[in-house]
């Protein structure tokens, strides 16, 4: 069965960086679009970013560009999130999304993201 396990979130201060994984299994990993989401405390799901299969293109949301680098390495099954200058409003629950044809349709259980001094 399709399994996202994200890792990697914690507690950082402003300013700091965190990389997020998200592991990825029983699906051909390298044929699939994906994406990460995140939703703050009290708000809706944000995208935030995604990439193609094979990676070479990825778009990110404007909040978080420049700060925020998405990958992956298909040979390995895994998606990661580059965060860098972290700022207190990127907190949030961070999700790995698989998706088919612009939907979204198997989510990892999230990994908590804190940015606080």
């Known amino acids: 069965q399709v399994q996202l396990v994200e890792s990697g979130g914690g507690l950082v201060q402003p300013g700091g960086s965190l990389r997020l994984s998200c592991a990825a299994s029983?699906?051909?990993?390298?044929?699939?679009?994906m994406s990460w989401v995140r939703q703050a405390p009290g708000k809706g799901l944000e995208w935030v970013s995604h990439?193609?299969?094979?990676?070479?293109?990825?778009a990110i949301v404007d909040s978080v560009k420049g700060r925020f680098t998405i990958s992956r390495d298909n040979a390995k099954n895994t998606l990661y999130l580059q965060m860098n200058s972290l700022k207190p409003e990127d907190a949030a629950l961070y999700y790995c999304v698989r998706s088919v044809s612009g939907s979204f349709d198997y989510w990892g259980q999230g990994t908590q993201v804190t940015v606080s001094s």
């Open positions: 990439i193609n299969p094979d990676g070479g293109r990825t």
């Open positions: 029983g699906f051909t990993f390298s044929s699939y679009y």
